[in-house]
T-cell receptor
Framework: GQQLNQSPQSMFIQEGEDVSMNCTSS?????WLWYKQDPGEGPVLLIA?????ELTSNGRLTAQFGITRKDSFLNISASIPSDVGIYFC????????????FGKGTLLTVNP | SQTIHQWPATLVQPVGSPLSLECTVE??????LYWYRQAAGRGLQLLFY??????ISSEVPQNLSASRPQDRQFILSSKKLLLSDSGFYLC????????????FGAGTRLSVL
């Protein structure tokens, strides 16, 4: 089945630094989603991308839909302690109208 | 607006006991409903999904079952829990033309001892 390779697996940064993470696939996606999961909570949708090349911002977060449609990037600027959590990329599973494929997540730790 | 409720938030059960986790969605009709399990290693594993009342698709054969007795109610069950059933269980929903955007509940932390 489809797989999403998300990197890095974890990041340890200082408050105020910028963060960049990415997600790649061997197959084409027509939608890319980015979720954030706070410790002990369910994932929350941050950004949805629908078109190749699309660049979308949500506050300090910016995500891009790669031109090849096989990758996506999430950037966080000027990180703050509440950015701590696991960030997941996701996209529709091939051959299914209802399922998503998720990356394994990037664990972000922000040191104040 | 739509909301999703999941309960209980935490549960400690002995091995061999039954399980029933409930998820309900408010503010929408005929949602697609999903059960995921998240082990300590972070990945989300899809267990079951349903696109209508009484319709259940199973993704991973295991000790669990799911049912959808009402349009906006999704139940995860087990007759006899195993130690390996421990984990964080998440319910999610999606709807209509935005079927590929799923919204998650707060999760249930299950510990089987």
């Amino acid at each position: 089945g489809q797989q999403l390779n998300q990197s890095p697996q974890s990041m340890f940064i200082q408050e105020g630094e910028d963060v960049s993470m990415n997600c790649t696939s061997s197959s084409i996606f027509n939608t890319w989603l980015w979720y954030k999961q706070d410790p002990g909570e369910g994932p929350v949708l941050l950004i949805a991308l629908y078109k190749a090349g699309e660049l979308t911002s949500n506050g300090r977060l910016t995500a891009q839909f790669g031109i090849t449609r096989k990758d996506s990037f999430l950037n966080i600027s000027a990180s703050i302690p509440s950015d701590v959590g696991i960030y997941f990329c996701a996209g529709p599973s091939g051959g299914s109208n209802y399922k998503l494929t998720f990356g394994k997540g990037t664990l972000l730790t922000v040191n104040p | 607006s739509q909301t999703i409720h999941q309960w209980p938030a935490t549960l400690v059960q002995p091995v061999g006991s039954p399980l029933s986790l409930e998820c309900t969605v408010e503010g929408t009709s005929n949602p697609n409903l999903y059960w995921y399990r998240q082990a300590a290693g972070r990945g989300l594993q899809l267990l079951f999904y349903s696109v209508g009342i009484g319709q259940i698709s199973s993704e991973v054969p295991q000790n669990l079952s799911a049912s959808r007795p009402q349009d906006r109610q999704f139940i995860l069950s087990s007759k006899k829990l195993l130690l390996s059933d421990s984990g964080f269980y998440l319910c999610a929903w999606s709807f209509g033309w935005q079927w590929n955007i799923q919204y998650f509940g707060a999760g249930t932390r299950l510990s089987v001892l």
